[in-house]
Structure formats: structure tokens, C-alpha cells
């Protein structure tokens, strides 16, 4: 079965960076794109980014295309998701999220379980 | 960059009742690309619809989702159960991804 599982909690000061994992199993990592969502506390999801683990190609929000770096690992299966320059308001829960096979935007039937990132001087 | 805007903010219903959920893009969603999530505390959300109207694997019937080019419904028919307490986010994909800001539905 398709499984996405992430890294654990994080705490960091403001102005540090944080790199989130997430490990896939149960289907081809090299043949899906791998997006990113971040959820602040109570409030909506927030589309970050995507990394295409074949190419390694990016394609990331304009909120955070100066911030993020999404990168992979084929020979483990897992993509990274690295935030610089942390501020308080980044305090969330980052989600991986299994797209497409074929194009790059799509919805999501496979979510990672998230990772709290909380960012506290 | 099209916007989302689900409404109402919150829907409190009595179990048995029929819930409708609105999602109103700022311009055209090409392809119906509009899907349905739900998501209950602490947990992922959970996809139900894709191509606005096709149920996810697994999804009961009581749900269903319509519309096309800027007015997209989610409903959850007259079987409402207590377990259908969540929030419910609509996605825009296809040219872009963006999501609304959620509806939450509580069973009273």
C-alpha cells in the first residue's frame, strides 16, 4: 500500500532552517510528482511546491519560491523539504502529498502525516 | 491567480440532514480540475472528490460533488452521520494549485 512517512517534530529559533523528510513506499517514487502543504494552527492548507523525483525538476509558490528548497533522494525513496530564514508565522504542520503520475498539478489521494515545525525564540 | 471562496464558514446540522457546501472560483476552473477534501483534527485530509464530481476510492455515496466553470457543490445527502464532522477544503488544480479556505460542517 502507498505509505508516505515523515520526519518528526521540529522546534527552531526565527531565522533558522529546517529540512523535512518524507519517505514513500508501496508505488514507483521516480513516477509521481511529490507536492508540499503547510497547515498553520487553525487556519486552511497552504500549497508550497513540488518536486518531480525523476528529474528532479522544481516548481515552487510564489509565497515561498525565495525560502524553499525541495530536493530527493532516489535510492531511498524520500523527498526534502528545506525552509530557510524561519519566522514565527511558518509555526505549522508541513504535509507531503503524492500528485500525479503525468503532470505536474493535481489532487492528492496519498498525505503524508505531517510534520510540526515550530519556529520560537 | 484564481481564488477560492467556500461558504458558509460553518454549517451545523442535526445528523439525518442534508449538507451543500459552495466553492466559488474568482474565473473558470478548465476541466472541472476541483476536488474535495475532508479533514478531521489531527489528522490529513482525505480526499473525496477529484474532477468535481468523481468520487475518491473508498468514499461513500452519501457523497457527491457538482458544478462547473466558477460554482462547484459538495453535498452530503440526507444520511449525515456524526463521523461526518470536519472541515472541508475544495483544491484547484491544473493551471495552478490553490485551495479554499474551508467549510466546517458539525453535527449537533
Known amino acids: 500500500q502507498v505509505q508516505l512517512v515523515q520526519s518528526g517534530t521540529e522546534v527552531k529559533k526565527p531565522g533558522a532552517s529546517v529540512k523535512v523528510s518524507c519517505k514513500a513506499s508501496?508505488?514507483?517514487?521516480?513516477?509521481?510528482?511529490l507536492h508540499w502543504v503547510r497547515q498553520a494552527p487553525g487556519q486552511g492548507l497552504e500549497w508550497m511546491g513540488l518536486?518531480?523525483?525523476?528529474?528532479?525538476?522544481?516548481n515552487y509558490a510564489n509565497n515561498f519560491h525565495d525560502r524553499v528548497t525541495m530536493t530527493r533522494d532516489t535510492s531511498i525513496s524520500t523527498a526534502y523539504m528545506e525552509l530557510s530564514r524561519l519566522k514565527s508565522d511558518d509555526t505549522a504542520v508541513y504535509y507531503c502529498?503524492?500528485?500525479?503520475?503525468?503532470?505536474?498539478?493535481?489532487?492528492?489521494?496519498?498525505w503524508g502525516q505531517g510534520t510540526l515545525v515550530t519556529v520560537s525564540s | 491567480e484564481i481564488v477560492l471562496t467556500q461558504s458558509p464558514g460553518t454549517l451545523s446540522l442535526s445528523p439525518g440532514e442534508r449538507a451543500t457546501l459552495s466553492c466559488r472560483a474568482s474565473?473558470?476552473?478548465?476541466?472541472?480540475?476541483l476536488a474535495w477534501y475532508q479533514q478531521k483534527p489531527g489528522q490529513a485530509p482525505r480526499l473525496l472528490i477529484y474532477?468535481?464530481?468523481?468520487r475518491a476510492t473508498g468514499i461513500p455515496d452519501r457523497f457527491s460533488g457538482g458544478g462547473s466553470g466558477t460554482d462547484f457543490t459538495l453535498t452530503i445527502s440526507n444520511r449525515l452521520e456524526p463521523e461526518d464532522s470536519a472541515v472541508y477544503y475544495c483544491?484547484?488544480?491544473?493551471?495552478?494549485?490553490?485551495f479554499g479556505g474551508g467549510t466546517k460542517v458539525e453535527i449537533k
Open positions: 474532477g468535481a464530481s468523481n
Open positions: 518536486i518531480n523525483p525523476n528529474s528532479g525538476g522544481t
Open positions: 483544491q484547484l488544480y491544473g493551471s495552478s494549485v490553490t
Open positions: 508501496g508505488y514507483t517514487f521516480t513516477g509521481y510528482y
Open positions: 474565473q473558470s476552473v478548465s476541466s472541472n480540475y
Open positions: 502529498a503524492r500528485g500525479n503520475s503525468d503532470f505536474w498539478s493535481g489532487y492528492y489521494a496519498y
